[in-house]
């Protein structure tokens, strides 16, 4: 039910486009540049909790940040809308074996 939804959105917006650009580019933005709650599972707990968290608020919207320490260099990860920070589990991990700080 939730990916049929999320496609809907997805052509709503690209037919809309049709019909005018700045229109469906403004809806568009109004849509996907707000935080949207979402919930942590239960599985991805423990990899989450292996960093330093922080909460932020944005527009009295709250966005979790997660932060891995390193001595080299500063990556930042940012996932998109409809994610969240779990998904970049598997490159965390490779990038903490190189020392490298990381913030979500």
Request: glycine share 4%.
């Amino acid at each position: 039910m939730k990916t049929l939804i999320v496609k809907s959105v997805g052509s709503y917006l690209n037919i809309l486009s049709y019909l005018s650009k700045p229109y469906a580019a403004k809806k568009a933005l109004n849509l996907f540049t707000k935080p949207r709650k979402g919930r942590v599972l239960k599985h991805q707990i423990d990899f989450l909790d292996t960093a330093f968290n922080e909460e932020l608020n944005y527009e009295e919207h709250p966005i979790m940040t997660y932060r891995w320490l390193g001595k080299k260099e500063t990556i930042l990860l940012v996932h998109g809308w409809e994610s969240n920070s779990y998904r970049w589990r598997p490159l965390v991990s490779e990038l903490l074996k190189k020392d490298i700080l990381l913030w979500l």
